[in-house]
């Protein structure tokens, strides 16, 4: 059935909702929580979605992620399809990068998904929304992969706030390295010889890994003990790889040259986000002008996310969009501020639509699912085949 056929019911649903997904987004943005302690967000979103029908699993596989269900009335012989809802915030500047936008878009797919799946017996599978919390440095995706949240996954789709409509955006892979040199204390005064400074050892990593500046207050005492938190980022998992080997080397050269001890410990490991192309195009063509939709056409955002590790293992989909926050950047305070406006909340409104009826051709075009597995598996193979 063409996806025509569903915009009707589903554009009606979201925006009857469109008053309960305002206050839903703007009760994250008013109780921003961090990562892993996404306690009140968790609830109000399992919540939202067990009054209007769906089976939730709550505290499903970690504390602050949830999972919920909704079968296909005409039949759960087709594909299961996830939209993916992140709600965790950042210290002190609270939603800066617009989670309380991808929680509503997710849930006003949800409700437009449901409620299509009411009306046509042609829509065959099954909807699965994931809460994933803990997006921000802390993996949550990463942690419900390696638990087994997704293997029964077929796609995977979500959006996420940003300065403009792009289909494609590239997503940096990202590794986390928590650094901590042991030196040995001394008096800076009466017996700095005596002493193994780890202080110098941090600044002397920062000097091999080429950072520019170093501000530091002067101390009395010889440090017995330093810590550094690295994000290393490449434009894939395989020159992240190469980078972090040679970071870790400067790391190493820093110990050895002051004689402190270190303990490196290699962290959460985002990994750089595959646009499915079928997912894409299913999309672009419910959505709006994109930034990217020509061809050889690149924008780059230098971050990572959590889900490039879902893009590894199947079909995914992950626009961004924009909220009308101008020049404000992701992760500020303009940006979360942004967050809250009226204008966002009708994007997302959009945003959601659109993730909907790409849902809904997924579960009612076998064709389509085929050939997102198949660009899928091309893409594996690909990465497989020797360079």
């Known amino acids: 059935m063409a996806s025509t ?6 554009c009606k649903t979201v925006d009857e909702s469109a008053s309960q997904l ?5 009760d994250l943005w008013h109780n921003p929580e961090l990562a892993y302690k996404e306690v009140k967000s968790h609830d109000r979103l399992a919540r939202f979605l067990e009054e209007r029908g769906l089976k939730v699993q709550r505290k499903y596989l970690l504390d602050t992620a949830f999972r919920a269900e909704a079968v296909a009335p005409g039949g759960n012989d087709g594909p299961t399809v996830c939209l993916m809802a992140e709600y965790d915030a950042l210290p002190d500047i609270g939603h800066g990068c617009g989670h309380n936008l991808i929680a509503e878009v997710a849930m ?12 046509f017996n042609t829509i065959r599978g099954k909807l699965v929304l994931m809460g994933t919390p803990a997006e921000e440095s802390a993996g949550g995706k990463v942690q419900l992969l390696e638990k087994g949240a997704f293997k029964d996954i077929d796609a995977a789709l979500m959006a996420h706030p940003g300065l403009q409509d792009v289909l494609k955006l590239h997503v940096n892979a990202r590794r986390q390295l ?3 040199y042991e030196g040995k204390a001394a008096h800076g005064s009466n017996s700095p010889w005596k002493g193994l400074n780890a202080q110098d050892a941090a600044v ?11 501000h530091t207050k ?17 434009p894939s998992d395989d020159e992240k790889n190469v980078l972090v080997a040679r970071a870790t080397k400067c790391f190493q ?14 962290g959460v490991e985002y990994k750089e986000l595959i646009h499915n192309e079928a997912l894409v195009e299913t999309y672009k063509k419910h959505g709006m002008s994109f930034a990217d939709a020509a061809p050889g056409v690149n924008i780059s955002a230098g971050v990572s996310t959590d889900a490039g590790n879902v893009s590894y293992v199947l079909p995914t989909m992950h626009p961004s969009f924009d909220i009308g926050g101008g020049s ?31 849902a809904l051709d997924l579960m009612s075009d076998p064709e389509l699912m085929a050939r997102a597995q198949s660009d899928f598996k091309a893409w594996k193979e690909s990465r497989a085949s020797p360079k």
């Not at 305002?22 to 703007?26: A, F, I, N, V, Y």
């Not at 002397?204 to 170093?214: D, G, T």
């Open 204 to 214: 002397a990593a920062y000097i091999n890994l080429s950072m520019l500046r170093q």
């Open 253 to 266: 050269a820093a110990a050895l040259a002051t004689g402190c001890e270190i303990d490196l410990e290699k």
């Open 218 to 234: 002067p101390a009395d005492r010889i440090l017995e003990t330093s810590k550094l938190l690295y994000h290393i980022r490449a």
């Open 328 to 358: 404000a950047m992701p992760h500020t305070r303009a940006f979360a501020e942004a967050a809250a406006t009226e204008g966002a909340h009708l994007a997302a409104l959009r945003v959601a639509k659109a993730l909907a009826l790409t």
């Open 5 to 10: 056929d569903f915009s009707p019911a589903v």
């Open 22 to 26: 305002r206050e839903l987004s703007m």
């Open 178 to 180: 928590n650094v901590r």
């Open 108 to 119: 006003g797919a949800a409700v437009g998904v449901t409620e299509a799946m009411k009306q």
